[in-house]
T-cell receptor, first 113, second 117 residues
Framework: AQSVTQLGSHVSVSEGALVLLRCNYS??????LFWYVQYPNQGLQLLLK??????LVKGINGFEAEFKKSETSFHLTKPSAHMSDAAEYFC???????????FGTGTSLTVIP | NAGVMQNPRHLVRRRGQEARLRCSPM?????VYWYRQLPEEGLKFMVY????????ESGMPKERFSAEFPKEGPSILRIQQVVRGDSAAYFC???????????????FGPGTRLTVT
């Protein structure tokens, strides 16, 4: 079975500061890991994904995440926050068979000017 | 290439009515997933379908909810006799089959926001 825990339902950072959103997962099989962003009243947009290979993955809008198997983590980072980064962020895990995703409860990111 | 389409975007129903939510997957995608997002919560899996087949419905409530993905046309999520607790955003996602792409990538539609009054 798979599950995801996102620590911190609300995170506030100053514009230009480091963004760090935490995600820990549980999986009985090698996981596929994803970060999605959701803007108000919109659907989910894929930021980045880890399937196999390089553990540091780069995504859109300057985001990146590192898969750490020993820590069962997949934290999302961005060196410098921009006002447009304010949104809800969801971490998700799936088994490598293409079936359902398990989502965390989300982290709402606020960027302070 | 159009993305995943969902309609309507907003749906208001009175208690006891039926709600029908439609999802057209991305072109070439044969797998459809439905998720429900309650306020202040993440997305919860409901059902996974391929054309004319329900593959996994472990997340579907036992009563009043049904889903289909016919050979022709969109996937339909149907909620009968809606109650206020059904108010939520319902998202559809699609993915390609293993023979045509990467089945582990799911692409999400904009969602249907159901309000039950």
């Amino acid at each position: 079975a798979q599950s995801v825990t996102q620590l911190g339902s609300h995170v506030s950072v100053s514009e230009g500061a480091l963004v760090l959103l935490r995600c820990n997962y549980s999986s009985s099989v090698p996981p596929y890991l994803f970060w999605y962003v959701q803007y108000p009243n919109q659907g989910l947009q894929l930021l980045l994904k880890y399937t196999t290979g390089a553990t540091l993955v780069k995504g859109i809008n300057g985001f990146e995440a590192e898969f750490k198997k020993s820590e069962t983590s997949f934290h999302l980072t961005k060196p410098s926050a921009h006002m447009s980064d304010a949104a809800e962020y969801f971490c998700a895990v799936s088994a490598n068979t293409g079936n359902q995703f398990y989502f965390g409860t989300g982290t709402s990111l606020t960027v302070i000017p | 290439n159009a993305g995943v389409m969902q309609n309507p975007r907003h749906l208001v129903r009175r208690r006891g009515q039926e709600a029908r939510l439609r999802c057209s997957p991305m072109k070439g995608h044969s797998h459809v997933y439905w998720y429900r997002q309650l306020p202040e919560e993440g997305l919860k899996f409901m059902v996974y379908l391929q054309k004319e087949n329900i593959i996994d419905e472990s997340g579907m409530p036992k009563e009043r909810f049904s889903a289909e993905f016919p050979k022709e046309g969109p996937s339909i999520l149907r909620i009968q006799q809606v109650v206020r607790g059904d108010s939520a955003a319902y998202f559809c996602a699609s993915s390609p089959s293993a023979s045509t792409g990467r089945p582990y990538e799911q692409y999400f539609g904009p969602g249907t926001r159901l309000t039950v009054t």
